[in-house]
């Protein structure tokens, strides 16, 4: 292993000299070794796979780290892959020794490729480019080789630049401006390479290690733990801004209702803040050219205490006077991302009211439960709140819309059941040695008695799939949508710092696979996840999305059923349901335009290559918007989401705040045709079993929790 890292070593200096680039070379810290060493501990005897940690295993994760550095193979040339390989056997050493000098020596390889290639694009900004050559450009590299030569990646970024600057010129910016923001957006792209921290290369190699186990286990920094924290707790203590970078200004763009910052009455969306400083009378620090995490860091802290703000005014120019802002930090709840509720109303034939909860996550306060607080934050405490409210408002039926939600606290999936069922078995947990135990819901009746359906996307996973699944097994509602992810095991997150008795954060944590969980009826979503009861269509790239992507996923198995009564019975009304779903959707122009979609979305996957010949480009973009004027032209707020989503070949930063902010509006406002789709199938429901006797079994009456 010394001749090797030698080896590496040497081959970075040299790499340095040539380039010339100044950025910074990164080193491990002391306490990454020590991480690393109880994460590898942890890993070989705890985790449900209890995968040894040698030679095999060491190939895995040097394929995982290549990967996670540059997936789509822009960077590296072949004969760097060639020199690399030959540390593929040691990353189980790396771990074990706690010598991490290796996987630091192939990022800083890696910087000085990125900084080459973003050099050479510059290069190419002042010659221009012919756009009546018949080339193309393969955008989608994950399956392609290594560059063998200087040359053929010099060709490849010249096709991608190439590609940036098309977009731009479609988009109807002249070329001095499209030079200039290509420029701008390859000095960012410098910017925050040299920006990254030792605490980043770490955690992109500890998760190249988790991963090589199973695909969810991870290692979290200490910031990422503190996001996923933030993330569970739905709360934070801080000013309540939403804020990006935009042209090394931190950026407000938004201010959370009822937080700090908006209460103030002093801060308006586009205000810069430059500078930081703790308490009243502080000098402020200077967060100018700061990445967004630093500069978050600073502004959050202990509740009730000062934050004092250097702003520039949004309406001033960079050279504007200077407000300063004392604010006192406060909790700040993360309502937008919490379960929220809304009416579809449906007017054919008999009009009925279709609740809907959309659930973003199964988020609890973790902590604050432990502590004893009453009131501490919970899904299943949201989405009780909102089944109350819809019932006041009379709604008819309801739709818990699971779609993009990834799971969360496998607590609050089981509560959350228990809503919806009056006490039973909801899923069933099987250890690394083989135990197989039994969660139920134990609280006597339920919120909501009524009609139920559970919309689910591909990306519903884990304790989305518990609670789908348990409604499903249940006969309790009707599941509609997309298969599931199909991510059938259960994570326990492990503080090292606790684990260790440190009394400083400085080790992180780790999520790791303890358990796979099974279905009340014996079945696992695991692989396969869970199948609709009536499908819609799917924009979803089964091949590159979801747990069946994954190489060492684990497979689908079955165990024995557990005892429960069924609350109802779905089975009997479903080719009812699913005949007029089909008649619905085939003169419906919607769904016409969206299979229209989805088709050509699985063309342009399988090509992945695109035109670098801008008449082309013009015909395929002007085909593009004729077809969106003549579908949206009864429909005038459809059109004004059409044409804020026309590709203007900017990112979002290099819009200006406005222009940014009025896309992702558009984007709220654009008509939901699924969920619109899954309050019919509900209220045919409710239909058919108003008018056939023999259907009514199939809804709930039990004692309602008020």
């Known amino acids: ?314 309406a001033s120019g960079t050279d504007g006077e200077h407000k300063y802002i004392q604010l006192v930090r406060k909790k700040v709840s993360l309502d937008n991302q919490a379960a929220n509720k809304s009416i579809i109303e449906i007017k054919n034939g008999q009009p009925r009211r279709i609740g809907v909860i959309s659930l973003p996550g199964f988020y609890q306060d973790f902590e604050a439960r432990q502590k004893g607080n009453k009131d501490f934050k919970s899904a299943t405490r949201d989405v009780a709140r909102l089944l109350a409210a819809l019932k006041k408002e009379q709604v008819d039926g309801v739709i818990v819309d699971l779609r993009n939600n990834g799971g969360g606290s496998l607590s609050e999936a089981i509560e959350l059941t228990g809503l919806f069922i009056d006490q039973g078995p909801v899923v069933q947990q099987r250890n690394s040695a083989g135990k197989i135990t039994v969660a139920s819901d134990d609280h006597a009746g339920v919120a909501w008695s009524g009609p139920l359906g559970v919309l689910i996307n591909h990306a519903s996973a884990s304790a989305s799939e518990i609670f789908a699944a348990a409604i499903q097994d249940y006969g309790r509602g009707i599941v509609i949508g997309e298969p599931s992810f199909g991510k059938g095991t259960v994570q326990s997150v492990i503080d090292l710092d606790q684990l260790v008795k440190s009394p400083n954060h400085q080790f992180g944590e780790l999520k790791m696979t303890i358990a796979q969980f099974f279905r009340i009826n014996g079945g696992t979503t695991q692989l396969r996840g869970v199948t609709p009861d009536i499908s819609l269509p799917s924009f979803t790239d089964l091949d590159e999305f979801g747990e069946s992507s994954y190489d060492n996923a684990l497979p689908w198995t079955q165990i024995s059923a557990t005892d429960y009564t069924p609350a109802g019975n779905v089975a009997d009304i479903l080719p009812l349901l699913k005949t007029r779903h089909d008649a619905r959707i085939s003169t419906d122009e919607e769904f016409k335009y969206l299979s229209e979609d989805i088709a050509e979305l699985n063309a342009r996957r399988k090509n992945s290559r695109i035109s670098l010949n801008e008449a082309e480009r013009r015909k395929d973009r002007a085909m593009q918007e004729a077809k969106l004027k003549a579908r949206k032209a009864d429909q005038a707020t459809a059109a004004d989401v059409s044409a804020a989503l026309q590709d203007d070949g900017l990112q979002s930063n290099e819009r200006n705040l406005a222009s940014d902010l009025a896309i992702e509006s558009a984007r709220k406002k654009a008509k939901d045709v699924l969920l619109n789709e899954a309050a019919h199938i509900l209220s045919d429901e409710i239909e058919l079993r108003i008018t056939d006797a023999r259907l009514v079994s199939g809804v709930v009456r039990k004692s309602e929790v008020h």
């Open 1 to 314: 292993m010394k001749n090797r890292l030698r080896w590496l070593l040497l081959a970075l200096a040299v790499c340095v000299l040539n380039t010339g680039e100044a950025l910074p070379q990164l080193h491990p810290q002391p306490e990454q070794s020590q991480a690393a060493n109880i994460s590898a501990a942890l890993l070989t005897r705890h985790h449900y796979k209890k995968i040894p940690l040698n030679d095999e295993t060491s190939a895995q994760i040097f394929d995982n780290y290549l990967k996670s550095l540059d997936s789509e193979k822009l960077y590296f040339l072949q004969s760097d892959i060639d020199q690399l390989v030959r540390v593929r056997s040691t990353m189980d050493d790396v771990l074990l020794k706690g010598d991490l000098r290796i996987p630091f020596a192939i990022y800083d390889l890696y910087q000085q490729r990125i900084a080459e290639r973003i050099n050479f694009a510059r290069s190419l900004l002042t010659h221009g480019f012919d756009f009546t050559a018949q080339e193309s450009y393969q955008y989608v590299r994950k399956n392609a080789p290594w560059a063998s030569s200087q040359d053929e990646l010099n060709e490849l970024w010249r096709k991608r630049v190439k590609n940036d600057w098309l977009r731009l010129k479609l988009a109807g910016k002249d070329d001095a401006l499209i030079s200039t923001t290509l420029s701008k957006r390859y000095d960012n792209l410098l910017n925050s390479l040299a920006k990254i921290k030792s605490e980043d290369v770490f955690q992109s190699f500890m998760n190249a290690y988790a991963t090589s186990i199973d695909p969810h286990t991870n290692y979290l920094g200490v910031r990422a733990s503190q996001d996923f924290d933030i993330s569970m707790k739905l709360s934070l203590v801080g000013i309540g801004a939403v804020l990006q970078t935009r042209d090394d200004y931190i950026t407000i763009r938004e201010l959370m209702a009822g937080g700090p910052a908006a209460r103030s009455g002093k801060l308006s969306v586009g205000d810069r803040i430059v500078g930081v400083g703790q308490g009243p009378n502080s000098t402020p620090t200077d967060v100018m050219g700061w990445r967004i995490d630093d500069a978050v860091a600073l502004i959050r802290g202990e509740e009730n205490s000062v934050v004092l703000l250097d702003v520039i005014p949004a």
